[in-house]
């Protein structure tokens, strides 16, 4: 039987695959948990969503994932 480090170990890695594999070909995942939702900063630092928008920054992109429910990604730094 399995102990505790072992099963936290694999459940781990398996997410850290799963993650990784559901990313499409060159984007990048924001990192949310940064931010206090749903404040945002209002510092413009423009990033290009998976979904062809412009956002002023990571922060409004997570705050749309949120609000919208949806799983955009970062294409790249700057505007569309």
Known sequence: M???????????SVAVLARGASLPDGTTEADCSQYSMPMCPRNYEP???????????????????????????????GEC
């Open 2 to 12: 399995w102990n505790f480090t072992q099963l936290t170990f694999v459940l781990l």
């Open 47 to 77: 990033v290009c969503g998976s979904d062809g928008t412009s956002y002023s920054n990571e922060c409004m992109l997570c705050f749309e994932n949120m609000e919208q429910k949806s799983d955009v990604h970062i294409r790249r730094k």
